[in-house]
């Protein structure tokens, strides 16, 4: 009896252990699950096109690559492949550059023209009377795409027989800006802190190096800057460039290149020079040799990231200089070696009096057509910041003579946190396929950041990277699936989100029609609903101060007058928000005239941004006939019930998810119906102060009084 306690201990142990490795592995794991399939039908029908992989290539990128399409047909197959360097079987999956391949091989691809350097080529051929499969690019990083691509075919239970893809990146920087700090902390990070450990690199290297680089390339993104815009100078001293380098050393097999953030006065503070003025020739050959240094250490090095001049970052105007001038400078420095000056738009300023969503248009358009050809102009898909839901922001469509990119914030800094199931590429989407009219009607946003427009060589999209030490990577488990469309979404701006929220459920967790149908419903739908229960009809930074979590519309007392919510709701017994037209501040007419036409008026605004744009009374009739308080309110509460119907999709959804990962969802979803009710209280507390009206038919009582919400401190907020 004691030997058999003994041993049941020592049993439950080994269960309990397992079953914490299993959790951790499926949440580590990503969408590269690669879970075996079960329905012997398909694997049969798989295997039938499958028999084997030869690999022709030897570098280090066609080994990742050999070694990924092993492992996920093994997993998802269960059958041993072999990696072989001869073609002598039937059916099997020949993966190898352009050049490795045979010219009887090239002439069955037919024309490479039709990709680019990172694209690729998926065909079934019939040579020398058998079948078989290419995965082919002119590079050898345009072959990992393609497998990952040819994977993710089999991952999502799609057909494999004859098969033609020709695929290429529409931008050229695909890229995660990192707001990682050096001593770790991340910046609007919700995921615990950076991956990077820059105490023990260049010597050690952490798995999860590898294993990021692994993730990122299986999307296609193809830089990271490793660090912080509100940048630390010491990064570019040799003390850390030799741990970048390391970095580096373990991406770039990957197709990944490394980038960094420039503090623009490091000639002073690393550099013992007693300015940082971009006209001073010392300065200009300080930066010169910094370049020189780096990129003979990373000699493919992407270049650098600047926020100049903006909250408080120092940059040119510290001189009397401009944007042109800090950027061109930089821009000359990294030229001889084929980098990139990637310049920042997000600027406004306490001594500027105007609205703080036209002052990076305002400065920044005067610049068209002046910076040097490896700057890219890097915009918020904004004029504010991030918020749950803006207009585009109007440079796109007003600077043709320069390349712009688009900056999508993946952390959720004003979305909830990693608390928040908010499936982003939703909201991408909506700002890429806006339309600008820069060359009339069907000129989107993805239009002008795809260079289709203006045929500008350099192009590119980043995302703020919403990844850290969590066991996870995000935080929360939905929160890979935005870093997943990010990356999805950069190759080619034009995907649609449901596409891509179809695809990760069933690379992440299963392919269960029954499954896939409601949680992708519930995916594209939880995108309106922190819109509702946040900031409805066109409410926009309402925050609380400074971490940004949960409501504070009340806050009035900021140095700034554009960092307090009463800026842009303005509520008052009239109504509510911010007049952006004729009679207001005009910001409507940053747009073509063919938007703002649309944003200037009542009648013709999009209810969506009603209130972004106008100051508008509370009795205002929507339209669906509701005066404009009582539709508020019902938004706060539709919110509310989104995330309610939220939690019963997820509820019907436990026998398709591991426990662990269930469970994990489950509790989230909790705290976000809780937080969405404080957030519907609160605001709408807060507000009938001014519109003095009782709630409508329909929208729940407040349990909690506006003293007890204004009473609320968060003092440890993650990521402040
Ligand atoms: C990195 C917002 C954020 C800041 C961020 C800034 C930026 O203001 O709150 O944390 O700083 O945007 O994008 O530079």
Same mark, same amino acid.
């Given at each position: 009896m004691r030997y058999q306690k003994k041993y049941l201990f020592i049993l439950s142990v080994f269960l309990l252990l397992f079953s914490f490795k299993t959790m951790a592995q499926k949440d580590y794991k990503l969408w590269l699950q690669y879970d075996k399939k079960t329905d012997a039908e398909l694997v049969s029908k798989y295997l039938s096109n499958v028999q084997g992989i030869v690999s022709l290539g030897n570098a280090e990128t066609s080994k990742i690559a050999s070694n990924e399409l092993q492992l996920g047909l093994q997993n998802m197959l269960g059958k041993k492949f072999e990696i072989k360097?001869?073609? #002598? $079987?039937?059916?099997t999956v020949i993966i190898g550059s352009k050049a490795l391949l045979s010219a009887e091989i090239q002439k069955e691809i037919g024309n490479f023209d039709q990709i680019n350097e990172e694209g690729f080529i998926i065909k079934t051929i019939f040579l020398k009377g058998k079948n078989q499969i290419v995965i082919t690019g002119k590079k050898e990083v345009g072959v990992l795409y393609g497998v990952y691509n040819f994977l993710r075919l089999i991952q999502t239970n799609k057909n494999i027989k004859n098969l033609n893809i020709v695929d290429s990146p529409k931008t050229n920087i695909r890229i995660l800006n990192h707001w990682d700090n050096l001593d770790r902390t991340v910046e609007r990070g919700y995921a615990g802190f950076s991956l990077w450990n820059w105490q023990k690199l260049p010597d050690f290297i952490d798995q999860r190096y590898i294993d990021y680089a692994r993730a990122n390339a299986s999307i296609g993104i193809n830089g990271t800057v490793l660090t912080n815009v509100n940048a630390n100078a010491l990064i570019l001293t040799s003390q850390y460039l030799e741990k970048v380098e390391a970095l580096a050393n373990v991406f770039r097999p990957y197709g990944i290149k490394v980038y960094l953030t420039a503090r623009f006065s490091a000639p002073i503070e690393i +550099? +013992? $020079?007693?300015?940082?003025?971009?006209?001073?020739a010392d300065v200009a050959n300080w930066w010169k040799n910094k370049a020189k240094e780096i990129y003979k250490r990373i000699p493919d090095f992407g270049g650098f990231l600047v926020k100049a001049n903006s909250e408080g970052q120092p940059g040119p105007q510290n001189y009397g200089r401009d944007h042109v001038d800090g950027a061109n400078m930089l821009a000359d420095a990294v030229a001889p070696f084929g980098g990139v000056i990637m310049w920042r738009a997000f600027v406004y300023s306490e001594h500027d009096a105007n609205d703080r969503a036209k002052q990076a248009y305002a400065e920044f358009v005067? !610049?068209? +057509?002046?910076? &040097? #050809?490896n700057v890219i102009v890097q915009v918020k898909n904004g004029a504010i910041d991030f918020q749950p839901r803006e207009p585009f922001h109007p440079m796109f469509g007003a600077m043709p003579k320069t390349p712009l990119m688009m900056e999508f914030q993946i952390t959720q800094e004003y979305l909830g946190f990693s608390t928040h199931l908010v499936f982003l590429p939703k909201l991408f989407q909506e700002v890429l396929a806006s #339309?600008? !009219?820069? &060359? +009339?009607?069907?000129?989107t946003v993805a239009k002008v950041i795809d260079g289709s427009l203006t045929k500008t060589k350099l192009t590119g999209i980043a995302g703020v990277s919403n990844i850290g030490n969590d066991l996870n990577w995000t935080g929360h488990p939905f929160a890979q699936a935005n870093w997943y469309g990010f990356g999805r979404l950069a190759w080619n701006p034009e995907l649609d989100s449901e596409v891509i929220a179809d695809e990760w459920l069933r690379c992440t967790f299963s392919n269960d029609e029954n499954f896939i149908k409601p949680v992708a419903a519930m995916m594209i739908e939880s995108r309106e609903a922190v819109v509702n229960y946040m900031t409805p009809l066109g409410l926009h930074h309402i925050m609380d101060t400074g971490h940004h979590y949960g409501p504070g519309p009340w806050v009035s007392n900021l140095s700034r007058p554009e960092w307090n919510p009463v800026y842009y709701h303005k509520a008052d017994k009239n109504g509510i928000g911010f007049d952006r037209s004729k009679t207001g501040t005009n910001a409507t007419a940053q747009y073509a005239p063919e938007v703002a036409k649309i944003f200037s008026t009542l009648e013709t605004c999009p209810e969506k941004d009603l209130l972004w744009f106008h100051h508008v009374s509370w009795d205002y009739k929507l339209k669906n006939g509701q005066t404009l308080w009582n539709g508020l309110a019902l938004k706060y509460q539709e919110g509310v019930n989104q995330v309610k119907n939220m939690q019963d999709v997820w509820n019907k959804s436990a026998k398709y998810v591991d426990e662990d990962r269930f469970k994990e969802v489950q509790m989230l979803l909790e705290i976000q119906y809780k937080e969405a009710k404080w957030w519907r209280d609160a605001c709408l507390l807060y507000f009938q102060q001014y519109s003095g009206k009782e709630l409508p038919a329909g929208v729940e009582k407040p349990t909690q009084t506006l003293d007890y919400f204004q009473s609320l401190k968060f003092p440890f907020a993650p990521g402040n």
């Open positions: 360097a001869k073609i #002598d $079987l039937d059916k +550099g +013992g $020079l007693k300015t940082a003025d971009p006209k001073d005067t !610049y068209d +057509g002046k910076f &040097k #050809d #339309d600008t !009219y820069q &060359k +009339g009607k069907g000129t």
